[in-house]
């Protein structure tokens, strides 16, 4: 049955109701080519590469054995580029005195931005300040999935076998224009012919974004029974509004425990409400802002892993997914299924549409396939997911099989993203299911793009080392014994997404 | 010029200090003083619409062109167009849009891109058309935030005098 169906009560009135609103907005036969769902290529475009995968050589085990992390900030103008990512390496090998220069192999360097640096070939000026030449370096940039890219390439230069010891290190200077400048060099990576000129903006984007999935996912469902469609609208963007919210107080409340967040806060679901208004419906408590900071992973083979800890952690799987630069031109075609998912649970829902992120969908069932993960909500313990905005922290909850599409409203109502034992000002059952961002993620840590995915691999590694108290100074955000993490980074509106799965590697 | 510019401690005073003179020195909590210079840059690029110059010389005449799959048995139709199918490879032909179609989503930006900060609030949609597989953005005018809703007919608008850019189209409520 499908899952919004469930929501309502009444499965019989819910297909009704979406039956007749698809019709009627035309997204029914005539708005899709009607032979189109029936071709090859149609299903296989929508897939993820199939059954093949499967059969593919996964390569060495590559462990994470250290990392570093500076704080995120609004601006760091006593540091530039090469000196944060200078005091994230020295933090990552303080205490480790075989890590030596001399023990790295080669590095992988990530920044999003040409324009933010004002400086083309930075990662050489990296590798350069921390006296790393002549090793083997490349640049890294994958949109907002930069940090996730890099850790991923640092993976792949192990598991190939080509290093034994490789360093993962990313950075953003954000602060070197002003804010509105730093919005138009982000939306720059739109379609510059069809996308930016229209007031280029990505708060924008998500909006349009999350408007469909409140239409999809509220709209047809809670609000199925309300007769006139701008009032059922307004109820359902109102409902949306508040779960968001809640997802925002969450992740600045999470972050008061994390010394290294940038805008750590207690608030209500009301000021996230009643924060400015920035593209309808998101508001700015819903939005992640733009940050200095750096952060590094060292990645190592087995064989040598143990020389620099007894806490090691395994990186058990990696996946990536890629979708259309535009969103205008995203398919409306069928949901590739996580394991316990039924093709039946989506027989009525265009996907992904602008409503939901198939590359993320696409990264996590790849890196699930290779970690052997079929249940995630169970066979993960905790996620530090990319929440550059709330609504698609919720939109990724689906994406990655927490819930199934649809549920992601209700997944946070219920409590299950949240922590155990803190107190968000509203009820949280299920508090603990599986925790999303317990560090605050980039809504409460801050968001310096070529940093964010590796500061997600180092606190997800801190985690699963059991050391959170020893590196934020308080042990609040210690989860109790977890063996299992998942670290997600996303480029804009989803164009490209990385998943990594991290897994205790040591007794 | 003083040999030494002034000194703040906060960020943002820095910022005006160098909208007004263009040099400043930040010192932070620890004492360390950093000096923070205004640095332009502006750059005029030649750009070629290439393969996809008919859709913005459509907009030139009135016109909204998509582009349609020319391989027997597939026929994608995309709003946005492609020069080739991104579904099975072959060539498209061009081909005129309806002049009306649907929201299939919208959101109104209350701020935006410093290049479109002094536009804000505006309106962005995207436009769903009968018959045709893919979307198309476009800025929504002579609406107002609370006239939208997903599902709103809208029909086009052509500027009379041309800029060739995407923005010689918009929508409006139908």
């Known amino acids: 049955m499908p899952c919004h169906l469930a929501l309502l009560g009444s499965a019989d009135a819910g297909a009704r109701v979406r039956a007749k609103n698809a019709a009627r907005l035309g997204r029914g036969e005539g708005f899709r080519v009607p032979n189109r769902a029936k071709k090859p290529m149609q299903r296989k475009s929508v897939g993820t590469g199939g059954e093949e995968r499967q059969r593919r050589a996964t390569g060495r085990r590559v462990y994470m054995v250290t990392g570093g992390v500076t704080k995120f900030a609004k601006a760091h103008p006593a540091m530039d580029f090469r000196l944060m990512v200078k005091r994230a390496y020295d933090y990552a090998v303080r205490g480790i005195p075989n890590l030596t220069k001399d023990r790295i192999d080669g590095t992988r360097i990530s920044y999003f931005s040409d324009h933010f640096s004002r400086q083309l070939k930075a990662a050489s000026m990296v590798q350069d300040y921390l006296g790393l030449n002549p090793k083997g370096s490349v640049r890294i940039e994958w949109g907002g999935a930069t940090g996730g890219e890099c850790f991923q390439a640092a993976y792949e230069a192990v598991a190939s076998g080509r290093m034994d010891v490789c360093l993962a290190a990313g950075y953003e200077t954000m602060s070197r224009v002003a804010t509105w400048k730093g919005n138009e060099f982000i939306a720059l990576a739109s379609d510059t012919n069809f996308d930016f000129p229209l007031g280029g903006f990505y708060t924008g984007y998500y909006a349009l974004m999350v408007m469909r999935h409140i239409y999809e996912y509220l709209r047809l469902t809670r609000f199925a029974n309300v007769r006139d469609e701008r009032e059922a609208q307004r109820l359902a963007i109102q409902e949306g509004c508040r779960i968001m919210s809640m997802v925002s107080v969450k992740n600045h409340l999470n972050a008061l425990h994390n010394p290294y967040a940038q805008y750590p806060k207690r608030l209500t679901v009301q000021d996230v409400l009643n924060s400015e208004m920035i593209s309808y419906p998101l508001t700015r408590e819903q939005i992640c802002t733009m940050s200095d900071g750096a952060a590094v992973a060292f990645l190592c083979s087995e064989s040598v892993a143990r020389e620099f800890t007894d806490k090691p952690v395994l990186i058990k799987g990696v996946g990536c997914g890629t979708d259309t630069m535009r969103l205008a031109d995203r398919p409306f075609g069928k949901v590739p299924l996580m394991p316990r998912e039924s093709a039946k649970d989506y027989a009525h829902l265009p996907y992904p549409g602008v409503h939901s992120f198939r590359a993320g969908r696409a990264a996590g069932l790849e890196a699930y396939r290779m970690a052997g993960i079929t249940d995630p909500n169970r066979e993960l313990d905790f996620i530090e997911l990319h929440d550059a905005y709330a609504s698609s922290e919720i939109q990724t909850y689906e994406d990655l099989g927490l819930c199934k599409y649809g549920e992601g409203y209700g997944f946070v109502e219920r409590g299950d993203p949240f922590l155990r034992g803190i107190d968000y000002g509203f009820p949280t059952p299920n508090a603990g299911a599986i925790p999303v961002n317990p560090s605050g993620g980039l809504i409460a840590c801050g968001h310096p793009v070529g940093a964010t995915g590796l500061m997600q691999g180092v606190f997800a590694f801190w985690q699963l080392q059991g050391t959170i108290a020893r590196h934020f100074g308080d042990p609040a955000l210690q989860l109790k014994d977890p063996k299992r993490g998942a670290i997600h980074s996303h480029a804009g509106t989803g164009s490209s997404v990385t998943v990594s799965i991290l897994e205790r590697g040591f007794r | ?174």
């Open chain 2, 1 to 174: 010029m003083k040999a030494r510019p002034p000194t703040f401690t906060k960020f943002r005073d820095v910022q005006a200090e160098l909208a007004r003179s263009g040099a400043a020195l930040f010192r932070d909590a620890d004492g360390v003083e950093s000096l923070v210079i205004r640095y332009p840059y502006a750059i005029e690029y030649i750009h070629s619409y290439a393969e996809d110059s008919p859709f913005f010389l459509g907009l030139a005449e009135g016109r909204l062109r998509g582009s349609r799959c020319t391989r027997k048995g597939c026929g994608c139709v995309y709003a946005t167009p492609r020069s080739h199918c991104m579904e099975c490879g072959s060539a498209t032909e061009w081909l005129d849009l309806p002049s009306t179609g649907k929201l299939h989503s919208w959101t109104t930006c209350h701020f935006g891109s410093e290049a479109f900060l002094k536009e804000t609030p505006y309106n962005l949609g995207l436009v769903q058309f009968e018959g045709v597989d893919s979307l198309l953005l476009v800025r929504v005018k002579d609406a107002k935030e609370s006239d939208l809703y997903v599902g709103m007919p809208v029909e086009a608008r052509f500027d009379p005098n041309p800029k060739y850019s995407v923005t010689d189209v918009w929508f409006v409520p139908k």
